[in-house]
């Protein structure tokens, strides 16, 4: 039952609402980061016009940690909400992405690892706008067939 979403691969879904996601990063700076994997499971519920996600780390067999990774961990209480901006209902979105992960780097100071983990979430941002944008192109063409 391993499906594949763009962003992710989810190994199962146990219902629409809650799905395991596998995901795994390659080295970094020359090596200097190991490989990490993390195990997910994530819980999305829309109310009303938002969307939340609850994301924390689990276990799941055939995913067991591997000898050339190491097992980066979500605690209780991540995850992610987006809701309409009540200034700008249909072109704007604020969203708010609550952060529990420990990527088990001892060595590198935290102000270092911080900044790093910023610019990632800057990236997921924009790979998020990109996404939408082009769903939203999808679906003005789409009406414009008819």
Known sequence: ???????????????DRCWVIHEATQP????????RDMVLLA???????GG?????STSWPGLEPRENM????MADGGGMCALPDPKHNTTKTLFRFVSTLDFKISLIPYRVIQALYVEGSRNYIVGLRKYQKARRQKEVHRIDQR
């Open 43 to 49: 819980y999305n519920k829309k109310m009303r016009d």
């Open 28 to 35: 970094k700076l020359g090596g200097l980061f190991y490989s």
């Open 1 to 15: 039952n391993r499906q594949h979403n763009e962003n992710f691969p989810v190994p199962q879904r146990l219902t």
């Open 52 to 56: 939340f996600i609850s994301i924390s």
């Open 70 to 73: 190491v097992r980066a961990e």
